[in-house]
């Protein structure tokens, strides 16, 4: 079993759905981050957090550390969210340990 | 203007080949990574320099050696290519935000052994 588990791995959706993706771990950390990867295959770190919640345009991402568990939310999703979002920790110093992702596909 | 640039984009090479990979990062960061993402899309970490100096070793074939000649640049050699080294392989480099690693990605070299 990996130590970071995304769940669903694959979501679709219509345009203007609330997506939620999930992510468990099972190890300590140090910080918890929420990685973008495009269709063209760049990938974007777009949350980096140890705790609480943390607001960026229509995404949002929480962190329960008693629970070991992460959120990404986006709000009123678009196409151009399609992507494959991927949970990502700080294990020590700098070593992270990557979950599996999740493909998101929203269709207009 | 790229944060983090390497090059090439695409390597398409033999088995029993050597090829190298270049990273450079022009954000002042201290720390640079290399990770390998295989066919499912699954990223793991292979090495991280910090200034100049080899931190992280996962457990990586010896045919790999990362070369840093300053704390902008760490390449990756790979010596006699095996089919199984078929991935996408990304640099990074990031900065201490106390909390964690701030991480800034490079667009990615997908490499093929055929």
């Known amino acids: 079993k990996n130590e970071v588990e995304q769940s669903p791995q694959n979501l679709t959706a219509q345009e203007g759905e609330f997506i939620t993706i999930n992510c468990s771990y099972s190890v300590g950390i140090s910080a918890l981050h929420w990685l973008q990867q495009h269709p063209g295959g760049g990938i974007v770190s777009l949350f980096m957090?140890?705790?609480g919640k943390k607001k960026h345009g229509r995404l949002i991402a929480t962190i329960n550390i008693q629970e070991k568990h992460s959120s990404l939310h986006i709000t009123a999703s678009h196409p151009r969210d399609s992507a494959v979002y991927i949970c990502a920790v700080t294990q020590g110093a700098q070593k992270l340990v990557f979950g599996q992702g999740t493909r998101l596909t929203i269709n207009p | 203007d790229t944060a983090v640039s390497q090059t090439p984009k695409y390597l398409v090479t033999q088995m029993g080949n050597d090829k190298s990979i270049k990273c450079e990062q022009n954000?002042?960061?201290?720390?640079m990574y290399w990770y390998k993402q295989d066919s499912k899309k699954f990223l793991k970490i292979m090495f991280s320099y910090n200034n100049k100096e080899l931190i992280i070793n996962e457990t990586v074939p010896n045919r790999f050696s990362p070369k840093s000649p300053d704390k902008a640049h760490l390449n990756l050699h790979i010596n006699s290519l095996e089919l199984g080294d078929s991935a996408v392989y990304f640099c990074?480099?990031?900065?201490?935000?106390?909390?964690?690693?701030?991480?800034?990605f490079g667009s990615g070299t997908q490499l093929s052994v055929l």
């Open positions: 990074a480099s990031s900065f201490s935000t106390g909390r964690g690693e701030k991480l800034f």
């Open positions: 954000l002042g960061h201290d720390t």
């Open positions: 957090l140890s705790s």
